[in-house]
């Protein structure tokens, strides 16, 4: 069993930024992909951005390229959110979600492929 926890959330100005933190409670993080996924009110929700097992690959949705980054610590058990330059529209629940790969390069990027899901954080920006 899995669990991820989110922390680092809040309200931050247009242009701010801030950074998200996954931190999961498994003795071998290290096997399992990690991405972040975000639903605003209304809406679906939306891929952001995942990393490989290892961390050396990654994926990010056309939206927050350049503007986000994902990384991980693989002896803390942890993932990160670096996002800048942020948007009023990026508003939304953050949730970060594990599942465990074979390969060391693979980075799901839909929803249906994770098994393990965090609660969420809330961001706010505004403009």
């Known amino acids: 069993q899995v669990q991820l926890v989110e922390s680092g959330g809040g309200l931050v100005q247009a242009g701010g930024s801030l950074r998200l933190s996954c931190a999961a409670s498994?003795?071998?993080?290290?096997?399992?992909?990690v991405g972040w996924f975000r639903q605003a009110p209304g809406k679906e929700r939306e891929f952001v951005t995942a990393?490989?097992?290892?961390?050396?690959?990654?994926k990010s949705a056309d939206s927050v390229k350049g503007r986000f980054t994902i990384s991980r610590d693989n002896a803390r058990n942890t993932v990160y959110l670096q996002m800048n330059s942020l948007k009023p529209e990026d508003t939304a629940v953050y949730s970060c979600?594990?599942?465990?790969?074979?390969?060391?390069?693979?980075?799901?990027?839909?929803?249906?492929?994770?098994?393990?899901w965090g609660r969420g954080t809330q961001v706010t920006v505004s403009s």
């Open positions: 498994v003795r071998t993080f290290g096997s399992y992909a």
């Open positions: 990393t490989s097992r290892s961390g050396g690959s990654t």
């Open positions: 979600a594990a599942v465990a790969t074979g390969l060391t390069t693979t980075v799901p990027e839909t929803a249906e492929r994770y098994g393990y």
